[in-house]
C-alpha cells in the first residue's frame, strides 16, 4: 500500500520499483491533530515532511509579533526541504490546519541515501529541486507585481 502511496507523490514518481522499495523502509509516519504544532521557527532540522492527508499551514513571524501564512499545504505537498538540505533550522512554523498524517525522510536517511544509494537520492533531490525553483519563480512573480504596482 505505501509503495504504491509513494509513486503518487512528485519526489518520488520517477524512482523505479527497487528504489521505492529502498524508500519506503527509511520513511517515518507522524501524525498531528487539528491546531498542533508540528514545529516552530528555528526549531533544529526535524526532517522533510511529506503530507500523506490533511492540511498544514506554515507561518513566519512578522517583526510586530503577527502570523503570517505563507503556505497552505495538502496531499503530496511537502515542507522542511530547506533544512533537510542544508541541515539547518526551520525558518518557518508549521501548524497542522486538520488532522495531518505526514511521511517523514530525516536527513539522517537522506545522507544515508546518498551514501549508499547515489542515484536515487540524486532523482529525489532532483525532483525537489524542481519544485523549489518553481516555487522561486512564483515568489518573484508575486515580487515584481509588488514592485510595478508600488512604481504605478
Given at each position: 500500500?505505501?509503495?504504491?502511496?509513494?509513486?503518487?507523490?512528485?519526489?518520488?514518481?520517477?524512482?523505479t520499483n527497487q528504489e521505492i522499495?529502498?524508500?519506503?523502509?527509511?520513511?517515518?509516519?507522524a501524525f498531528y491533530k487539528k491546531g498542533s504544532v508540528v514545529w516552530e521557527e528555528g526549531t533544529p532540522e526535524q526532517g522533510l515532511h511529506i503530507v500523506d492527508y490533511g492540511k498544514v499551514r506554515v507561518c513566519r513571524k512578522t517583526r510586530e509579533g503577527?502570523?503570517?501564512?505563507?503556505?497552505?499545504?495538502?496531499e503530496n505537498n511537502f515542507y522542511g526541504e530547506l533544512s533537510i538540505l542544508d541541515g539547518r533550522s526551520h525558518s518557518?512554523?508549521?501548524?497542522?490546519?486538520?488532522d495531518t498524517k505526514v511521511l517523514i525522510l530525516h536527513k539522517r536517511s537522506m545522507d544515508k541515501l546518498l551514501k549508499e544509494n547515489p542515484v536515487?537520492?540524486?532523482?529525489?533531490?532532483?525532483?525537489?529541486?524542481?519544485?523549489?525553483?518553481?516555487l522561486?519563480?512564483?515568489?518573484?512573480?508575486?515580487?515584481?507585481?509588488?514592485v510595478n504596482y508600488v512604481w504605478e
Open positions: 500500500m505505501l509503495k504504491k502511496r509513494l509513486k503518487g507523490i512528485s519526489l518520488f514518481r520517477e524512482l522499495e529502498v524508500i519506503a523502509t527509511v520513511l517515518e509516519e503577527h502570523k503570517q501564512v505563507l503556505a497552505v499545504l495538502k518557518a512554523s508549521v501548524e497542522a490546519v486538520e536515487t537520492a540524486f532523482n529525489i533531490l532532483r525532483a525537489m529541486t524542481i519544485e523549489i525553483c518553481e522561486l519563480r512564483q515568489m518573484n512573480a508575486k515580487f515584481m507585481d509588488m
